[in-house]
């Protein structure tokens, strides 16, 4: 089965600083994607990135940037962390939209605390 | 872009009822909905999806039902068992290059025996 993995379970770190969260799949998919869940909002779109060195915004992508410099790693940065990027990150790849199985695989979560 | 609404919030039954989530999207190129349910404490997991050339989709206990023209769709659950309880999400694709999955903010089913 596909892994999709986060580097980061549990992070806590400090206002104003800059942060990088992680993600690698071993399937060679070709999209990979970052998600914030946080109570009663769902799973809101960051960025994602469609092949290596591609991004794209999703809607909320104020506050945050990406690098895909090799197609299994997509990484999530938080330039300058604030409290209101306390939340849970989402990391997730799939192959390719239009394949016939367009699952998402998710990592488990990194849930970041910003004091 | 895309937008979706879900409905309603929260969810409970008795076991062995059914239970319906509803959706709306506003793209009406989209063309893929998938259903993903997340146990408390674990990841999003793919239940079932269906695609604008289908107009229902079973998998045993579970159904989904498309209609295009009123840009709604419906994850149908019969005869629901304790452990159907978790956040159900639905979600929309659109029809262009590299789009990706926009989420509906969740319902939460709690299922009682």
């Known amino acids: 089965d596909v892994k999709v993995t986060q580097s980061s379970r549990y992070l806590v770190k400090r206002t104003g600083e800059k942060v990088f969260l992680e993600c690698v799949q071993d399937?060679?998919?070709?999209?990979m994607f970052w998600y914030r869940q946080d109570p009663g909002l769902g799973l809101r779109l960051i960025y994602f990135?469609?092949?290596?060195?591609?991004?794209e915004k999703g809607d909320i992508p104020e506050g945050y940037s990406v690098s895909r410099e090799k197609k299994e790693r997509f990484s999530l940065i938080l330039e300058s962390a604030s409290t209101n990027q306390t939340s849970m990150y989402l990391c997730?790849?799939?192959?390719?939209?239009?394949?016939?199985?367009?699952?998402?695989?998710f990592g488990s979560g990194t849930q970041l605390s910003v004091l | 872009g895309e937008n979706v609404e879900q409905h309603p919030s929260t969810l409970s039954v008795q076991e062995g009822d059914s239970a319906v989530i509803k959706c709306t999207y506003s793209?009406?190129?989209?063309?893929?909905f998938p259903w993903y349910k997340q146990e408390l404490g674990k990841r999003p997991q793919l239940i079932i999806d269906?695609?604008?050339?289908?107009g229902e989709k079973k998998d045993q206990r579970i159904a989904v039902t498309l209609n295009k023209t009123a840009k709604h769709f419906s994850l149908h659950i019969t005869e629901t068992q304790p452990e159907d309880s978790a956040v159900y999400f639905c979600?929309?694709?659109?029809?262009?290059?590299?789009?990706?999955?926009?989420f509906g903010k969740g319902t939460t089913l709690s299922v009682s025996s």
């Open positions: 997730a790849s799939r192959r390719t939209a239009w394949h016939t199985n367009e699952k998402l695989f």
């Open positions: 399937m060679d998919h070709e999209n």
């Open positions: 990135s469609y092949d290596v060195k591609m991004k």
């Open positions: 793209d009406s190129a989209s063309n893929y």
């Open positions: 269906i695609r604008s050339n289908v």
């Open positions: 979600a929309a694709r659109g029809n262009q290059a590299g789009t990706a999955l926009i």
